[in-house]
């Protein structure tokens, strides 16, 4: 597709399970980011990728939270044991690269509920 | 990312224009000014950016004041789908870091 696509759209899991949060960015950007949006607050910036540059895992709540990108294209955010403040929608955006604009494409994120 | 002030929200009748203002009194000469919008149940989207200059789009436009210190999003005939919050952002030109969001505007539109 042409846009940003993230997996699963819902996920409902239990307190203390783990879960992966898929993000497929638009085909040729170089820069990934995750941010998480909880109930009515704004986004919250998570982790950078930029190339096959280490991350900048600067917004990661606590060591509970990690995130990979393979081959500089697909990323997957892993929470561990997953606490009820961790229910939110959790968004991914790519850009092209970091020099030219600063411009990034979202996707519609991932809305997930820890019962 | 400088801060900046946005009311918490707008509203305005549909096919009318709109101007959505923002306060950035600390921005850098380096700052670029982002505007993102987010309609319900979605990601924020791309609207427009600027330096200096005011710039137009297909989806809106963005006067600066000379002092770079406001800035003003222009909808010219707003429709029931604008309806969403619209976030004004500094970003420095190739900065890394994520876009930091306020809690923006929330604008509504009443048919």
């Known amino acids: 597709g042409a846009g940003v696509s993230q997996s699963p759209s819902n996920k409902v899991t239990e307190k203390g399970k783990d879960v992966e949060l898929r993000c497929d960015p638009i085909s040729g950007h170089t820069a990934l980011y995750w941010y998480r949006q909880s109930l009515g607050q704004g986004l919250e910036f998570l982790i950078y990728?930029?190339?096959?540059?280490?991350?900048?895992k600067s917004g990661l709540p606590s060591d509970r939270f990690s995130a990979e990108r393979t081959g500089g294209s697909v990323s997957t955010l892993t929470i561990q044991r997953t606490q009820q403040e961790d229910s939110a929608v959790y968004l991914c955006?790519?850009?092209?690269?970091?020099?030219?604009?600063?411009?990034?494409?979202f996707g519609p994120g991932t809305r997930l509920t820890v019962l | 990312d400088a801060k900046t002030t946005q009311p918490n929200s707008m509203e305005s009748n549909e096919e009318e224009p709109v101007h959505l203002p923002c306060n950035h009194s600390t921005i850098s000469g380096t700052d670029y000014i982002h505007w993102y919008r987010q309609l319900p149940s979605q990601g924020p989207e791309y609207v427009i950016h600027?330096?200096?200059s005011n710039v137009n789009n297909r989806m809106a436009s963005l006067a600066i004041a000379e002092d770079r210190k406001s800035s003003t999003l222009i909808l010219h005939r707003a429709t029931l789908r604008d309806a969403a919050v619209y976030y004004c952002?500094?970003?420095?030109?190739?900065?890394?870091?994520?876009?930091?969001f306020g809690k923006g505007t929330h604008l509504i539109i009443q048919p």
């Open positions: 600027g330096l200096t």
């Open positions: 990728f930029q190339g096959n540059s280490a991350p900048d």
């Open positions: 955006a790519s850009s092209p690269d970091r020099v030219a604009s600063g411009l990034e494409f």
């Open positions: 952002i500094l970003r420095v030109r190739g900065g890394a870091d994520g876009l930091t």
